[in-house]
């Protein structure tokens, strides 16, 4: 298995532009969460997925920020429109088994100018 | 309100000695606790799992004990290597408020 894929690694988008990031979780997980690390607040959870429906979205910052999950091996994060503020590590994590633990994905690093 | 506090944000320490890294919480009642290892520009990645009703578990040499009297996790790495020189996160499971992390904590092991 090729773990937690996400896309794009790198992203810079200019304030008030749309960024969609993406991600496949591992086949046969039932949990999604997407996270944001900042030096400032650390992980923070934004929004989790159960069988591909959203179970708590309470982390999402405001309502520039929404996320999908269409089916179970594909989901996306939206921000519109950008804000500097936003900038910061998006990491896509799932999960099956409690005892395994989240998976987490490599991030996307998003800089917003 | 409920807080997640690990011991310090940097702990520096001599090969082959024993780590030893702190994860404190207060106005949570976890039914279980991870621990996950971060190194830069990586995700997280997961290490062990304790449950609420376990007081210790341990792999290789990786230890993790949990207190619910002192609100307290401690998670000892035994004769510490430089590749043990990484961020630790704890991270704690409620049904309330699912998984939260800790700020982490920077470990160094120097030779």
């Known amino acids: 298995d090729a773990g937690v894929i996400q896309s794009p690694r790198h992203e810079v988008t200019e304030m008030g532009q749309e960024v969609t990031l993406r991600c496949k979780p591992i086949?046969?997980?039932?949990?999604l969460f997407w996270y944001r690390q900042t030096m400032m607040r650390g992980l923070e959870l934004l929004i989790y997925?159960?069988?591909?429906?959203?179970?708590?979205d309470s982390g999402m910052p405001e309502d520039r920020f929404s996320a999908k999950m269409p089916n179970a091996s594909f989901s996306t994060l939206k921000i519109q429109p950008s804000e500097p503020r936003d900038s910061a590590v998006y990491f896509c994590?799932?999960?099956?088994?409690?005892?395994?633990?989240?998976?987490f994905g490599s991030g996307t690093r998003l800089t917003v100018v | 309100s409920q807080k997640i506090e690990q011991n310090s944000e940097a702990l520096n320490i001599q090969e082959g000695k024993t780590a030893t890294l702190t994860c404190n919480y207060t106005?949570?009642?976890?039914?279980?606790l991870q621990w996950y290892r971060q190194d830069p520009g990586r995700g997280p990645v997961f290490l062990l799992l304790?449950?609420?009703?376990?007081k210790e578990k341990r792999k290789e040499r990786l230890k993790v004990t949990f207190d619910t009297t002192l609100k307290q996790s401690l998670f000892h790495i035994t004769a510490s290597q430089p590749a043990d020189s990484a961020t630790y996160l704890c991270?704690?499971?409620?049904?309330?408020?699912?998984?939260?992390f800790g700020s982490g904590t920077r470990l160094s092991i120097r030779p």
């Open positions: 994590a799932s999960g099956g088994l409690q005892e395994d633990g989240y998976t």
């Open positions: 991270a704690l499971y409620s049904s309330a408020s699912k998984i939260i």
């Open positions: 997925f159960n069988n591909n429906v959203p179970i708590d």
């Open positions: 304790i449950r609420e009703n376990e």
């Open positions: 106005n949570y009642s976890p039914a279980y």
């Open positions: 086949s046969g997980h039932d949990y």
